[in-house]
């Protein structure tokens, strides 16, 4: 079993490091306190083929594996989680949901400007009484011959303001429960669709995260994305990836708050030591790197299984579980380690320390992981 990546994924990740240093780090607190969408950088990440990692070639995609796109996002959120939020709400659950449920006419003409990074996207499933419950669903659709009228709203939906193609989730038939759910396609600039009130978060504040509206929002049949009544069933499938995307961020994060804790250890110095000098500070150094580490493998094997077609329902919940948590950890402990300036914004670990706790929440708190995990191995146990 290789745990190593190859020279080309190593080649990836310098490539992201070295944009992520420059374009990304001398403005993350700017962006952060200002709550402003980085617009440019999401250009420039299209430009670079890494909005569309896992994109078939065939739809103008990097056609490579979620190896490559996991650490793709890990780069990313190692500077900013508000970055790699955005490209993973754009990738593994808006084009991936076309990817795994769309026709082909339907990938040729969304995945195509997704891929390059011409369109941005977004993914609409929670409501104010759905999340993890889909029966609480109330956004509904009701088909007028060939054409399916929406009305409802979505909340939580990051990039909502600003994506021009949106996949959403809406009931089609009530009496049929989770299997009476459908998704769609909307584009930007349909009538009756459109974003509302932008979330002011503690975390990710430079990553958008709206309320999505539809108010009499007609879109055409060939709009609906997979089998009617699917829609729901098709989200967890979705979710199995998506859950990655959340590990890999975490572990991004965890690490670069254990980076900046490696490094404020190594000079600030009491009673006339380094602090990294003492035991404390040293066990808990040994104890990020190590969880981090831990976190990181199982992040890549799960992509490595999904690359190879393989069920991840368990893996990619595991994985998110332990990275999350472990992000959250890392992150506290790196506020402890620089003490009293831990809680000061001119150093990176504060902002670390709010945008973890979002991994253990987003696409399905730890609690369902830890559901899902335990499904799982009772079912292959039966």
Same mark, same amino acid.
């Given at each position: 079993?290789?745990?190593?990546?190859?020279?080309?994924?190593?080649?990836?990740?310098?490539?992201?490091?070295?944009?992520?240093?420059?374009?990304?780090?001398?403005?993350?607190?700017?962006?952060?306190?200002?709550?402003?969408?980085?617009?440019?950088?999401?250009?420039?990440?299209?430009?670079?083929?890494?909005?569309?990692?896992?994109?078939?070639? $065939?739809?103008?995609?990097? &056609? +490579?594996?979620?190896?490559?796109? #996991?650490?793709?996002?890990? *780069?990313?959120? @190692? /500077?900013?989680?508000?970055?790699?939020?955005?490209?993973?709400?754009?990738?593994?659950?808006?084009?991936?949901?076309?990817?795994?449920?769309?026709?082909?006419?339907?990938?040729?003409?969304?995945?195509?400007?997704?891929?390059?990074?011409?369109?941005?996207?977004?993914?609409?499933?929670?409501?104010?009484?759905?999340?993890?419950?889909?029966?609480?669903?109330?956004?509904?659709?009701?088909?007028?011959?060939?054409?399916?009228?929406?009305?409802?709203?979505?909340?939580?939906?990051?990039?909502?303001?600003?994506?021009?193609?949106?996949?959403?989730?809406?009931?089609?038939?009530?009496?049929?429960?989770?299997?009476?759910?459908?998704?769609?396609?909307?584009?930007?600039?349909?009538?009756?669709?459109?974003?509302?009130? $932008?979330?002011?978060?503690? &975390? +990710?504040?430079?990553?958008?995260? #709206?309320?999505?509206?539809? *108010?009499?929002? @007609? /879109?055409?049949?060939?709009?609906?994305?997979?089998?009617?009544?699917?829609?729901?069933?098709?989200?967890?499938?979705?979710?199995?990836?998506?859950?990655?995307?959340?590990?890999?961020?975490?572990?991004?994060?965890?690490?670069?708050?254990?980076?900046?804790?490696?490094?404020?250890?190594?000079?600030?110095?009491?009673?006339?030591?380094?602090?990294?000098?003492?035991?404390?500070?040293?066990?808990?150094?040994?104890?990020?790197?190590?969880?981090?580490?831990?976190?990181?493998?199982?992040?890549?094997?799960?992509?490595?299984?999904?690359?190879?077609?393989?069920?991840?329902?368990?893996?990619?919940?595991?994985?998110?579980?332990?990275?999350?948590?472990?992000?959250?950890?890392?992150?506290?402990?790196?506020?402890?380690?620089?003490?009293?300036?831990?809680?000061?914004?001119?150093?990176?670990?504060?902002?670390?320390?709010?945008?973890?706790?979002?991994?253990?929440?987003?696409?399905?708190?730890?609690?369902?992981?830890?559901?899902?995990?335990?499904?799982?191995?009772?079912?292959?146990?039966?």
């Amino acid at each position: 079993m290789d745990f190593e990546l190859s020279e080309e994924q190593r080649a990836i990740r310098r490539s992201v490091r070295e944009f992520a240093e420059r374009a990304i780090r001398p403005h993350v607190m700017e962006w952060d306190e200002a709550q402003a969408f980085p617009r440019e950088v999401v250009r420039q990440l299209g430009q670079m083929g890494f909005m569309g990692v896992t994109v078939p070639v $065939k739809y103008g995609g990097a &056609g +490579l594996g979620y190896v490559e796109y #996991a650490t793709v996002v890990e *780069e990313l959120a @190692r /500077i900013d989680g508000s970055v790699g939020i955005i490209v993973a709400a754009h990738t593994s659950l808006c084009a991936g949901h076309i990817m795994e449920a769309g026709t082909e006419e339907q990938k040729s003409k969304y995945l195509a400007p997704l891929g390059c990074g011409e369109k941005l996207g977004c993914w609409s499933l929670t409501e104010p009484q759905a999340g993890s419950d889909a029966s609480g669903t109330r956004t509904v659709a009701r088909r007028e011959g060939d054409t399916w009228v929406l009305n409802g709203s979505k909340t939580f939906t990051s990039n909502g303001s600003y994506a021009d193609i949106c996949v959403a989730m809406a009931v089609t038939d009530k009496a049929a429960r989770k299997h009476g759910i459908s998704a769609f396609i909307i584009e930007r600039g349909t009538p009756g669709f459109r974003p509302g009130k $932008k979330e002011n978060k503690m &975390g +990710l504040r430079a990553s958008d995260t #709206a309320e999505i509206i539809f *108010e009499e929002c @007609r /879109i055409p049949e060939a709009n609906r994305l997979g089998r009617l009544g699917e829609g729901f069933v098709d989200s967890l499938k979705v979710l199995d990836q998506g859950r990655i995307s959340i590990a890999a961020m975490a572990v991004g994060m965890a690490q670069g708050a254990y980076e900046a804790s490696l490094a404020y250890a190594k000079q600030r110095r009491q009673f006339g030591r380094a602090i990294a000098d003492f035991e404390a500070i040293q066990w808990k150094l040994a104890d990020m790197a190590t969880e981090i580490e831990a976190a990181r493998m199982l992040t890549q094997r799960a992509a490595d299984r999904v690359s190879r077609g393989l069920n991840v329902t368990a893996d990619s919940a595991m994985a998110k579980l332990f990275a999350g948590e472990t992000a959250v950890k890392v992150a506290n402990d790196a506020v402890q380690i620089h003490g009293g300036y831990g809680f000061i914004k001119d150093y990176p670990v504060e902002k670390y320390y709010r945008d973890a706790k979002l991994c253990t929440i987003g696409e399905g708190t730890s609690e369902i992981q830890r559901l899902v995990i335990a499904r799982e191995l009772l079912r292959s146990t039966r």
